[in-house]
Nanobody, 123 residues
């Protein structure tokens, strides 16, 4: 089992950037597909991005494609979400998740979840 802790959220103006980090504990981090989800007040949880163990072929939601970049450092047991050109509609609680299967994670079923970090984008 892996445990996840996010950091890096905050308040930023529209057009700005933030980088979220998700630190994982456990020696099996490399086995997991890692992803980011977000949930805004009054809205359902939304898939943002996912990355497999090798870091190849990251997958993004259309709403963030070209602005967000997911990456992972298996030596540090950490996954990152670089968010550029932020928009007010990106405001949400962002959570990282881990799953052993990409398609499972993509549908929002994770083996482990972080507690979340707030991202607020002002206009």
């Amino acid at each position: 089992q892996v445990q996840l802790v996010e950091s890096g959220g905050g308040l930023v103006q529209a057009g700005g950037s933030l980088r979220l980090s998700c630190a994982a504990s456990g020696r099996t981090f490399i086995n997991y597909v890692m992803g980011w989800f977000r949930q805004a007040p009054g809205k359902e949880r939304e898939f943002v991005a996912a990355i497999v163990w090798a870091g190849s072929n990251p997958y993004y939601a259309d709403s963030v494609k070209g602005r967000f970049t997911i990456s992972r450092d298996n030596a540090k047991n950490t996954v990152y979400l670089q968010m550029n050109s932020l928009k007010p509609e990106d405001t949400a609680v962002y959570r990282c998740a881990a799953a052993l299967n990409f398609y499972t994670l993509r549908t929002g079923i994770g083996d482990a979840w972080g507690q979340g970090t707030q991202v607020t984008v002002s206009s």
